[in-house]
């Protein structure tokens, strides 16, 4: 029971400590390097390019069907120096050279198979530049080799490609002779050099004796025909100067003569334009005149042309104006006849506007005779006692006295009034009699 419940707990372990081992040993190979990984059964170089990439697991050598051992190596130019390089010429002169050679690793996994890093393959490629070196300064003399440095570069370069295959490297560039320099104890290259300072002093002041000379000479030479050329340029000058002087006498002679008659010319000349000024001036004058009367003619005719034509248009529109103020008053005065004579057209011609018209005069005339009822009825101090069933009705039959209907029935009212005792009597104080006589006026007393 115990062991089921621990079984989880020891996957759980097992899983964290696989997942820290995997990020412990996971190695990303950087862009100018290329591992080379040994496993059991195989070579596989990781990197930039290669077909494996450029991540893997290094577990530890020791961990059994997983480990794997690894070299380093760079896939970018390196250089490669030697240093004071005691070599030989031909005659067993002994001499120093410093010589610089730039290789790159062309095939990693030969290369893993030579060495086992990068230094190692540094030091197996610097004994091989030492072999070539010697063998190529070996094969010529000291003079040469000072000279032609380029030349035994390339010849370097050459003498190494072959070995540089078999260890999967190859040149990038040709190798070159820094420097070359005397071993100790020895004078041979000073001493060439000397010989070769003072043959090149030699060279060099004779070829300056010579420019000398050569200069000398030559200022010699220059002088004499600058004199001679000095002495013909003041022969020729003064030839020169008397041709020029003859030649200015007679040209200033020619000149003075050619002046005088230029000058009667131009006298003539200048008198003969005066004279066609004049003329001008003359003529000028004339035509102004003649061109001001016509002018002036012109002028006197334009302005009465301008005096009678301004008063004709005067007068037109006095008449134009005329005319159109009769013709506006006519038509002010047609205005309200037309208006009248149009209103009365529509009025015969439209019967319902004409009951319209009627109903409205109607209406006026009850509002009149109404107004003058009601005033007469305030006047006379009638009061209407109201038989009927409604006030209204006897209201209306009040109305009717000032009608002429209320006229006759008021007339045969009196009449009958007047048949009985007490109507004579009344009407007798009213001064009316039924024959029509007035009354006696009652005496005082009765």
Same mark, same amino acid.
């Given at each position: 029971? =115990?062991?089921?419940?621990?079984?989880?707990?020891?996957?759980?372990?097992?899983?964290?400590?696989?997942?820290?081992?995997?990020?412990?040993?996971?190695?990303?190979?950087?862009?100018?390097?290329?591992?080379?990984?040994?496993?059991?059964?195989?070579?596989?170089?990781?990197?930039?390019?290669?077909?494996?990439?450029?991540?893997?697991?290094?577990?530890?050598?020791?961990?059994?069907? $997983?480990?794997?051992?690894?070299?380093?190596?760079? !896939?970018?130019?390196?250089?490669?120096?030697?240093? #004071?390089?005691?070599?030989?010429?031909?005659? &067993?002169?002994?001499?120093?050279?410093? !010589?610089?050679?730039?290789?790159? *690793?062309?095939?990693?996994?030969?290369?893993?198979? &030579?060495?086992?890093?990068?230094?190692? $393959?540094?030091?197996?490629?610097?004994? +091989? !530049?030492?072999?070539?070196?010697?063998?190529?300064?070996?094969?010529?003399?000291? #003079?040469?080799?000072?000279?032609?440095?380029?030349?035994?570069?390339?010849?370097?370069?050459?003498?190494?490609?072959?070995?540089?295959?078999?260890?999967?490297?190859?040149?990038?560039?040709?190798?070159?002779?820094?420097? *070359?320099?005397?071993?100790?104890?020895?004078?041979?290259?000073?001493?060439?050099?000397?010989?070769?300072?003072?043959? *090149?002093?030699?060279?060099?002041?004779?070829?300056?004796?010579? =420019?000398?000379?050569?200069?000398?000479?030559?200022?010699?030479?220059?002088?004499?025909?600058?004199?001679?050329?000095?002495? !013909?340029?003041?022969?020729?000058?003064?030839?020169?100067?008397?041709?020029?002087?003859?030649?200015?006498?007679?040209?200033?002679?020619?000149?003075?003569?050619?002046?005088?008659?230029?000058?009667?010319?131009?006298?003539?000349?200048?008198?003969?334009?005066?004279?066609?000024?004049?003329?001008?001036?003359?003529?000028?004058?004339?035509?102004?005149?003649?061109?001001?009367?016509?002018?002036?003619?012109?002028?006197?005719?334009?302005?009465?042309?301008?005096? $009678?034509?301004?008063?004709?248009?005067?007068?037109?529109?006095?008449?134009?104006?005329?005319?159109?103020?009769?013709?506006?008053?006519?038509?002010?005065?047609?205005?309200?006849?037309?208006?009248?004579?149009?209103?009365?057209?529509?009025?015969?011609? =439209?019967?319902?506007?004409?009951?319209?018209?009627?109903?409205?005069?109607?209406?006026?005339?009850?509002?009149?005779?109404?107004?003058?009822?009601?005033?007469?009825?305030?006047?006379?101090?009638?009061?209407? +006692?109201? =038989?009927?069933?409604?006030?209204?009705?006897?209201?209306?039959?009040?109305?009717?006295?000032?009608?002429?209907?209320?006229?006759?029935?008021?007339?045969?009212?009196?009449?009958?009034?007047?048949?009985?005792?007490?109507?004579?009597?009344?009407?007798?104080?009213?001064?009316?009699?039924?024959?029509?006589?007035?009354?006696?006026?009652?005496?005082?007393?009765?």
């Amino acid at each position: 029971m =115990n062991l089921l419940l621990l079984l989880p707990l020891l996957l759980v372990v097992v899983a964290v400590a696989g997942l820290l081992a995997a990020v412990m040993f996971r190695r990303v190979v950087s862009t100018n390097t290329v591992h080379i990984v040994q496993s059991r059964t195989k070579t596989t170089p990781y990197g930039t390019q290669q077909g494996e990439g450029n991540v893997y697991y290094q577990w530890p050598s020791w961990v059994p069907g $997983l480990g794997v051992t690894v070299i380093e190596l760079p !896939v970018s130019n390196f250089d490669l120096s030697l240093k #004071d390089y005691e070599a030989y010429d031909k005659d &067993r002169v002994p001499f120093k050279v410093d !010589v610089t050679a730039f290789f790159r *690793i062309e095939n990693t996994a030969l290369a893993a198979q &030579r060495v086992s890093n990068i230094k190692e $393959l540094e030091e197996q490629l610097s004994l +091989i !530049v030492q072999g070539a070196v010697r063998k190529v300064l070996a094969s010529d003399v000291i #003079d040469s080799i000072m000279l032609e440095r380029s030349k035994f570069g390339d010849e370097f370069t050459k003498e190494v490609a072959e070995q540089l295959k078999e260890w999967g490297v190859r040149s990038v560039k040709s190798m070159e002779l820094m420097d *070359i320099r005397d071993a100790h104890d020895s004078k041979v290259i000073s001493n060439i050099m000397a010989k070769k300072t003072s043959h *090149i002093e030699m060279e060099s002041r004779t070829e300056v004796a010579k =420019n000398t000379k050569a200069a000398e000479t030559a200022e010699i030479e220059s002088r004499e025909a600058v004199d001679i050329r000095k002495q !013909v340029a003041e022969e020729a000058v003064g030839k020169r100067t008397a041709e020029k002087e003859r030649t200015v006498g007679i040209a200033n002679q020619q000149s003075r003569q050619e002046v005088l008659a230029q000058e009667k010319v131009t006298q003539e000349r200048d008198m003969e334009v005066k004279r066609v000024q004049q003329v001008k001036m003359a003529e000028i004058t004339k035509e102004q005149q003649v061109v001001a009367a016509e002018q002036e003619k012109e002028t006197m005719v334009i302005k009465a042309e301008g005096g $009678l034509e301004a008063q004709r248009k005067e007068a037109e529109g006095v008449k134009v104006l005329g005319e159109a103020k009769a013709d506006a008053e006519k038509a002010m005065q047609m205005a309200p006849v037309q208006a009248q004579i149009a209103l009365a057209q529509e009025i015969g011609e =439209n019967e319902g506007y004409q009951k319209y018209l009627a109903m409205i005069e109607a209406v006026k005339a009850y509002l009149t005779v109404g107004s003058k009822q009601a005033e007469a009825l305030q006047k006379a101090e009638v009061k209407v +006692i109201a =038989n009927t069933g409604h006030p209204t009705a006897g209201a209306r039959d009040v109305m009717d006295l000032f009608t002429s209907k209320g006229g006759t029935d008021l007339a045969a009212m009196v009449e009958g009034f007047a048949q009985t005792p007490l109507g004579q009597a009344t009407l007798s104080k009213l001064g009316v009699t039924t024959n029509g006589h007035s009354p006696e006026a009652p005496k005082a007393g009765k």
